[in-house]
C-alpha cells in the first residue's frame, strides 16, 4: 500500500472505534471484571511454549481485544509478518531483509534473500562458532606462549554488547564457571581497565563484535586491547592471531584491523545489531554455555517464531502483548513500560530489551516519511522486581502516572542454590504475586479504616490499585526458555512497529551525536576550533578543556 492509499492510522474507522469504546469504558475498574466474570484468572491466560501468561489484570474487556485485533487486521499486521518471514526488504530506508528468524530456522528451512536460500550459511557459521567453542572449553586452542584461554572479553557496544552480556547472566547457572567472561562497551578507559586489570593476558581471548566493524567505540578498545595484550606479553604483531578473534559482516574492516578472517565469524546486513545475539554475536556466550545449550536457546527463540507466525488473532501471544501496549500508549496516555524480572539471573533483561524496544520504535516519521501524529514506542525501563520494590515501586503503586508492568517469574530456581536458598525461592514469589495483586486490586479506605488507622493517614495508606500488569511465569529459566523471552518481545515490538506504521529496523536516530562527537574531539585535544559550534557547548568545551588544564 503506498502513502496516498494508506489512511492515516488515527483517521481509520478501527482508530476511531478505539478511541470511543476507551471514553465508553471511562474509568473501568480491574474489581469490577473480575466480579463480573469469576473465570477471568483462568478465561484470560494464554501458552506459549514453556510460556504462561496471564492478561487478566488488564483494563480490557472481550470487546476492548476484539477492537485492537481489529486495529492489527486494518494495519495488516499480518501482512508485514508474513513479508518479513519471507525475506522481503521490509526494512524499506536502508533498503534490506529483516530475517532474524532465519537464524534459528532450522537446517532444512528455504529463506531466500536476493536469489539465495541464506539457511546453509546460518547453519555454516553455526557450525564453525561450534567446533570453535569447542576448541577453547577443551583447552585445545591456547594463547600466544602456549597458555590455555581462561578469560574471554567481549569487546562490542548496543546490539553487540548487550545480548550476549544480558545472555551470559540469565544463563550463568549454565556456564563453565572455569571461564571468566566479561563484557566491555564504554569507551570510557575505565570498563577495559577493570575488565583486563586481574588477567593474565596469556590465559585471555578478546572477541570483537562489531556488525560494522567501524563504531568508534568498539574500535578504540579493540585497539587499546591489543595494545594491553602485546605489552603484557612482550609480543609482536603475531600474537594477535591467537588473541583476537572479530564477528561482523565486514571482513575488509577486520582484517585492516589485523584480525585474520579465516578467525572472524560472520553474520548478514539482513541481522539488525539489536536482532542478532543469537547469530555469531552470541559466540562469547556460546563459549560460555556450549554449542549444545547454545542451540537449545535457539530452538526456544523458533519455537515462538513458528507461534507468531501460525497462532490466530486470538491466541497469539505477541499479537496481544503489542496491542496491550497501544492500547495504554495510545488510548491511555501511558508513557512508559516497566519490565519487571523476578529473577537474580535476568538483571540485564531491561537494558537488552530498552534497545530492542526504544531503538526499534522510537521513531516520529512514520514508513511513508510523514510525522505521526500518535505515541509511538514507550520508555521502556526496569530492574529486577524485589529490589524495585525497595526503590521506585512506590511511584508505581501511588504515583500519579500509569505504568504498565510485565512480571516475569519462573516456578524454580534454577541450577546449583544450597537448600536453604532454594527455599528463598518461594519467598521471592510470594512477591512477585503480591505485587501484581496490590498493584490491580490495591486497598479501599474503608479496609485501612478496618485495621485501625487514624483518620489523617486514612488517604496515605489507601491504594487506589487498577495498575495493569501482564503475568509471564515458567516452569525455569532453562536456554530454551530465554530464547522464547527473547522472541517474544522481538515480536511484540514488530507488531507495534507495524501497527503505528513505522519502520522498526533502521536507527537513523542514533547518528547525529556520532557526527557531533567527532566533531567537539578535536576541540577537545587540540582546542581547534569547530564552525558553528553553539554557545552553550563552546562554552563546556571551554571548561573542560580548563579543568583539564589545557
Ligand atoms: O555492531 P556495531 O556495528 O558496532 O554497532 C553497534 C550498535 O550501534 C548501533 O548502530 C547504534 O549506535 C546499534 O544499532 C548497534 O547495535
Not at 141 to 151: S, V
Not at 165 to 189: H, I, K, P, Q
Request: charged content about 20%; hydrophobic content about 40%.
Amino acid at each position: 500500500m503506498n502513502a496516498e492509499s494508506r489512511a492515516r492510522l488515527n483517521q481509520t474507522p478501527e482508530w476511531t472505534a478505539l478511541a470511543a469504546h476507551r471514553e465508553q469504558l471511562g474509568e473501568v475498574r480491574l474489581c469490577d471484571l473480575f466480579a463480573a466474570d469469576p473465570a477471568r484468572g483462568t478465561a484470560y491466560t494464554l501458552q506459549v511454549g514453556d510460556l504462561h501468561i496471564d492478561y487478566s489484570k488488564h483494563l480490557v474487556t472481550a470487546e476492548t481485544l476484539t477492537l485492537l485485533r481489529d486495529l492489527a487486521a486494518a494495519t495488516d499486521v499480518f501482512g508485514l509478518r508474513d513479508a518479513m518471514f519471507r525475506g522481503e526488504k521490509i526494512n524499506t530506508t536502508e533498503d534490506r531483509a529483516v530475517l532474524h528468524t532465519a537464524l534459528r530456522a532450522p537446517r532444512d528451512a528455504v529463506i531466500m534473500v536476493d536469489g539465495e536460500n541464506v539457511v546453509p550459511a546460518v547453519h555454516a557459521v553455526l557450525d564453525k562458532m561450534s567446533a570453535f567453542s569447542e576448541r577453547i572449553r577443551s583447552g585445545e586452542w591456547t594463547g600466544h606462549t602456549g597458555k590455555r584461554i581462561k578469560n574471554i572479553v567481549n569487546i562490542g557496544i548496543g546490539g553487540s554488547d548487550l545480548g550476549p552480556a544480558m545472555a551470559y547472566e540469565a544463563l550463568r547457572s549454565f556456564t563453565d564457571r572455569d571461564l571468566t567472561v566479561r563484557f566491555v562497551s564504554n569507551v570510557d578507559g575505565a570498563d577495559l581497565h577493570e575488565a583486563v586489570r586481574d588477567l593474565d593476558a596469556a590465559e585471555t581471548l578478546f572477541i570483537i563484535a562489531s556488525k560494522t566493524f567501524t563504531t568508534i567505540e568498539t574500535i578504540t578498545n579493540a585497539t587499546s586491547a591489543r595494545d594491553w595484550l602485546l605489552t603484557e606479553l612482550k609480543a609482536g604483531q603475531d600474537a594477535v592471531a591467537q588473541h583476537f578473534v572479530a564477528l561482523s559482516t565486514n571482513a575488509e574492516k577486520v582484517s585492516e584491523f589485523g584480525i585474520d578472517t579465516a578467525n572472524m565469524f560472520e553474520f548478514w546486513d539482513w541481522v539488525g545489531g539489536r536482532y542478532s545475539y543469537d547469530s555469531a554475536i552470541g559466540l562469547s556466550l556460546m563459549i560460555a554455555i556450549g554449542p549444545d545449550r547454545f542451540r537449545e536457546m535457539l530452538d526456544g527463540f523458533h519455537l515462538v517464531d513458528k507461534h507468531f507466525r501460525a497462532a490466530p488473532p486470538e491466541s497469539n501471544v505477541p499479537l496481544l502483548m503489542g496491542l496491550l501496549g497501544v492500547w495504554y500508549g495510545n488510548f491511555h496516555d501511558a508513557q512508559s513500560h516497566a519490565v519487571l524480572p523476578y529473577s537474580h539471573y535476568l538483571s540485564k533483561f531491561t537494558a537488552y530489551l530498552q534497545q530492542l524496544d526504544m531503538e526499534s520504535n522510537g521513531k516520529y516519521v512514520d514508513r511513508d516519511g510523514r510525522e505521526v501524529d500518535w505515541q509511538t514506542g514507550p520508555v521502556v525501563w526496569g530492574t529486577p522486581g524485589t529490589n524495585g520494590q525497595h526503590a521506585y515501586y512506590q511511584l508505581i503503586h501511588q504515583g500519579t502516572k500509569l505504568i504498565p508492568a510485565d512480571f516475569i517469574g519462573f516456578a524454580e530456581p534454577v541450577a546449583d542454590l544450597a537448600p536453604g536458598l532454594v527455599a528463598q525461592h518461594d519467598l521471592l514469589m510470594a512477591n512477585f504475586f503480591a505485587q501484581t495483586q496490590a498493584l490491580a486490586f490495591g486497598k479501599t479506605p474503608d479496609e485501612v479504616r478496618a485495621e485501625g488507622v487514624a483518620e489523617e493517614l486514612v488517604p496515605h495508606k489507601t491504594f487506589k490499585g487498577n495498575h495493569p500488569t501482564t503475568t509471564i511465569l515458567a516452569k525455569e529459566l532453562t536456554p530454551s526458555v530465554l530464547g522464547q523471552l527473547i522472541a517474544l518481545y522481538e515480536h511484540k515490538v514488530f507488531v507495534q512497529g507495524a501497527v503505528w506504521n513505522i519502520d522498526s529496523f533502521d536507527q537513523w536516530g542514533v547518528e547525529l551525536g556520532k557526527v557531533l562527537a567527532k566533531r567537539v574531539e578535536p576541540a577537545l585535544t587540540e582546542g581547534a576550533e569547530v564552525p558553528d559550534l553553539d554557545g552553550s557547548t563552546t562554552a563546556l568545551v571551554a571548561k573542560y578543556r580548563d579543568l583539564r588544564g589545557r
